[in-house]
């Protein structure tokens, strides 16, 4: 049999054995979608009643690394917001500034009219952070100084699932969104936890921890959460109160993103789209979807463009520490840095599952990453047939970064 493997902008069509059993998992075609046009009339008259009592606002939008679509609710908001004086405070969290392209991706026909009034948050810019206490973990806490120059703030964000935070959205426009590198790190470091995982919320330190720091943000804050589907399509819009609309989007993006197979399967080809197909640091995360529907010991074919290549290469340099991964996870949990958390899930991650990648980064340093370099897709399916013999099962994930593999008798 024939499969096209779509990655970038080219198509691979690779040969499969006959006895190759396969599943493709891309969606949920039983899920029925609700009109939002409701929604998006009651969202206009919440926007208009929260700015009432103020003439500016701050508005917080994601960065370039996740797909909210931030131009679709600034176009239901336009009627509202452009009486407003407007700022906007793109939630980098310690990722680099986005480029000229990357601002149009965020902010869309609205960037050039509006790009003199967007604020970049750089978490290692003490000038710009605000220290506001500790959380109970001893997280100390430090935010980008504009949150404070403004009576009302409006987040804009996007719920899927994450692979130590439990989920993306809600809480995370602060931290890591906003939040000084200290802040993050921190934090992160919780992430060593074998509790924060995929899904994960209710005993998950680093979700908790993240919570808590949204608690202690001084001024009122309007949640916009948004879910979307494999196709990039919103779904789902939920707003008001943060920790609420975000646990109410939770759902939503439960019963869109987790869907389920009967048992592991021997092989998990994993394909990352835009837009973690940007580097190789964000296509780590397609990986860790990807492992929920391996068996122990089973293979993992991640196909990713990384069209900026590595991106955040400490993680890289955390790995190489050590000979095997058992002996980066003890040197991790000995000397933590930002970056390392990631380092930790991988190396967790290698050492129960074999790794083939067919990334254009260089072999040296996915040898590295304790991870086998594939010029094509078909020669690492080549390599799968004569370790596994021709009858293996196979799992395809056209989106991995958007779809996790949930066993029917686990709970999402």
Known sequence: MELAIKYGEQTERIKLSDKIILKTLSGNSHLIYEDLTPAINDLRGAVKDFLSDTQSCLIITNDYTRPTPTETVLSFLEPEIRK??????????????????????????????????????????NQTLRFIGKTSFGTPVYFNEALLRFKKIIVINSIEPHYFAGFTGGRKTFLPGIAGYQTITFNHKLSLSPKAKTLNLTDNPVSIDMEEVAEMVPRPVFSIQLVIDQKKELRHLTFGELKRSFYSGVEKAKEIFCLPIEKPFDCVLAVVREPYDCDLYQSQKALENAKLGAREGGIIILV????????????????????????????????????????????????????????????????????????????????????????????????????TPLITNARC
């Open 84 to 125: 407003k004086d407007l700022f906007f405070l793109v939630a980098l969290g310690s990722h680099r500034f986005p480029n000229e392209d990357e601002f149009i991706k965020i902010f869309g026909r609205f960037y050039p009219e509006w790009k003199e009034r967007i604020i970049c948050h750089n978490a290692k810019d």
């Open 304 to 403: 990713s463009p990384c069209r900026k290549g590595v991106g955040d290469d400490e993680f890289i340099r955390v790995m190489k520490k050590g000979k095997t991964p058992a002996e980066v996870i003890s040197e991790i949990e000995k000397n933590f840095v930002l970056g390392a958390h990631k380092s930790a899930k991988l190396a967790e991650l290698v050492k129960n599952f074999e790794v083939l990648t067919v990334v254009p980064i260089e072999e040296e340093i996915i040898n590295s990453l304790f991870m086998k370099r594939m010029a094509t897709v078909q020669e690492a399916i080549d390599y799968c047939e004569r370790k596994l013999g021709k009858t293996f099962s196979l799992l395809y994930l056209p989106d991995a970064s958007l779809v």
